[in-house]
């Protein structure tokens, strides 16, 4: 018998995961936007600084993204569960955004992070019409 997600040993641990990531976010999101809208009690090297760490905060969360993207192609090129175009994008996708990450100044990072969140609109419309077929079939 499997155990719930809710009642797993790790669960609490992937939950404190969560939450730390939800309020570095929140924190991020805090700091850009006291810097884009200048508060009246910051100063500009501090506005600077907080628009900095926030631009660095993003261009971070671009590894997170290329290694989901990495592994979810992959294991659509391993399955073939979906077409193999579908896993090639992904991987190219991933790569891009790893590699764009290290030159996080330049406006190169555009192509490949617009390409992963296509990819994730084209798996999920993807994903719905199996579901829908699915369920028509069992009428």
């Keep these: 018998m499997t155990e719930s997600l809710l009642t797993a040993p790790e669960a609490p641990v992937q939950a404190a995961g969560h939450w730390a990531r ?20 910051i100063e500009p090297g501090l506005a600077s600084y907080a628009f900095d760490v ?15 993207a990495v592994a979810a ?10 077409g193999p175009w579908l896993g090639w994008w992904a991987v190219v996708a991933g790569v891009g955004l790893v590699l764009c990450r290290f030159h ?23 994903l719905i019409r199996s579901r829908a077929i699915l369920d028509g079939q069992r009428s």
Aim: glycine share 8%; charged share 5%; proline share 1%.
């Design 22 to 41: 939800v309020s570095r976010t929140t924190g991020l999101i805090g700091l850009t936007t006291a810097a884009a809208y200048g508060a009246a009690d």
């Design 104 to 126: 996080w100044t330049s406006e190169a990072w555009f192509a490949p992070y617009f390409l992963f969140w296509i990819w994730v609109i084209v798996v999920s419309v993807q």
């Design 73 to 82: 192609g992959w294991l659509v090129l391993d399955t073939r569960v979906l």
């Design 54 to 68: 926030g631009n660095l905060g993003f261009a971070n969360a671009w590894l997170a993204l290329a290694s989901f």
